[in-house]
């Protein structure tokens, strides 16, 4: 009787770990799912979206492959608007492009010029842009400088739009209101400054409530949220004023002008860990010598505010990330962290930034694991997982004034001064 026992114990024991060992693989499977937006190359309209699982690279032409059709020229940004909803700003095909978590595209925002950077409160999403006219459902509205514009994720349609800084950039929601990184980037071929203001706009009325002058010129790129802190980065005038980079408390900014610190060293790639922390790869580049110089940055914000200033930066990143990124990629052009599971991604962009670049992954604690070949220009990242309303926490403007863009790093990389008319459709060069 003992030894049948035995033996029966045993098969259950081998049965029900096998059972939870297939059930795990099973529940486990896509917990380590990515989308990466390559831009491609400016006015070639070739930028393709990768899209990445469980150490697998997919596919590389997501989009293409799921829609029968490209994603569009230089994509700026992407994030997660809805539950099964994703928006992806496309510069220079002045588009928004909506597409569903399995990449099936569901909608778009037509003709939002010169698009940049995209925030959410779940309901609206917001823009940047640095164009100057725009045509709303209250009708046509223009500006002098750049505007953010409310786009109603039911509609699709831009319902208000607000005047801020010159070029604005970096957008991010909090607490109701918008804080939109002014760059004035245009500086060098128009009339008018770099900007050094960080514009608050309260999300309901879309009217500027404060502008918070930080000093620090040309607040340019992409800005990562900690809750209520943000990184903003400055690659200065790539001539004299060197690169800098800004931690921003957005509850003091509501009522204070002193709510930010400035750190002498780019964050020209960043991103927000899971313990509230930033990671950035600081890109420095002159004209004098056309070099890039490469720093890496962890910054505890909550820490830096309590110590007025005088703890939590660190000049690494987690395990081997920084000695890696130093010796394994030979132009770095982007860092992320999964939120869901903690594991570290930074994109190469293999030097030319004209061939296909590589997506680099380390575990948690950073031990690298390995890389993988995406596409051109691999800039930007979404993970896919349960998303919550701030867990991060048809528009027509037929001319572009003075066109332009810029590389991560804010470097001018063409020139498109006759600009673009869009009818029906369809663009035309403006003569």
């Known amino acids: 009787m003992f030894k049948v026992k035995s033996r029966t114990y045993i098969f259950m024991k081998h049965f029900i770990t096998g059972l939870i060992l297939c059930l795990c693989t099973l529940l486990c499977k896509g917990q380590e799912r990515l989308i990466i937006l390559n831009e491609g190359n400016w006015q070639s309209n070739n930028a393709r979206i990768s899209y990445f699982e469980d150490g697998v690279v997919v596919s590389n032409k997501w989009f293409e492959e799921k829609n029968g059709y490209g994603i569009g020229d230089t994509p700026n940004d992407i994030i997660q608007v809805g539950p099964n909803l994703i928006a992806i700003a496309i510069n220079w095909s002045n588009i928004i ?105 309260d999300a309901s009325t879309m009217k500027e409530v404060r502008t918070i002058d930080t000093g620090i010129i040309n607040l340019y790129g992409k800005m990562s949220q900690s809750g209520q802190y943000l990184c903003i980065n400055s690659p200065g005038d790539y001539y004299d004023v060197p690169a800098k980079s800004i931690i921003f408390d957005c509850e003091k900014a509501l009522t204070s002008d002193n709510c930010f610190f400035v750190i002498d060293k780019p964050a020209t790639y960043n991103c927000t860990d899971r313990e509230g922390r930033f990671f950035a790869i600081g890109s420095s580049f002159s004209y004098y010598t056309y070099e890039y110089q490469f720093n890496t940055m962890t910054i505890d914000p909550q820490l830096l505010f309590a110590s007025d200033g005088t703890e939590g930066i660190n000049y690494s990143l987690p ?113």
């Open 97 to 201: 492009q909506y597409i569903t978590t399995d990449g099936m595209a569901v909608a778009a925002t037509e003709d939002v010029p010169n698009n940049r950077k995209l925030a959410t409160d779940g309901k609206y999403l917001y823009i940047t842009s640095y164009a100057h006219e725009c045509l709303t459902v209250n009708g046509f509205w223009t500006c002098e400088k750049g505007f953010v514009a409310k786009i109603n994720l039911e509609t699709f349609k831009v319902e208000q739009c607000c005047e801020v800084g010159w070029e604005p950039e970096g957008i991010a929601y909090y607490g109701g209101f918008l804080f939109i990184a002014n760059t004035g980037g245009y500086a060098f071929q128009e009339d008018h400054d770099y900007e050094t203001t960080v514009s608050v706009v």
């Open 319 to 431: 395990g081997t990330v920084a000695d890696d990124i130093r010796t394994k990629l030979s132009s770095p052009y982007g860092i992320y962290v999964n939120p869901y599971s903690g594991y570290i991604y930074a994109t190469d962009a293999n030097g030319d930034f004209n061939s296909p670049g590589r997506l680099h992954q380390w575990t948690p604690t950073g031990e690298y694991i390995s890389n993988y070949k995406i596409y051109i220009n691999p800039a930007h990242f979404l993970a896919l997982g349960n998303w919550v309303p701030g867990a991060v926490d048809n528009i027509a403007c037929p001319a572009i004034r003075n066109a332009r863009s810029f590389n991560l790093q804010g470097v001018a990389i063409g020139q498109g001064g006759k600009g673009i008319i869009i009818s029906g459709g369809k663009k035309y060069l403006r003569k």
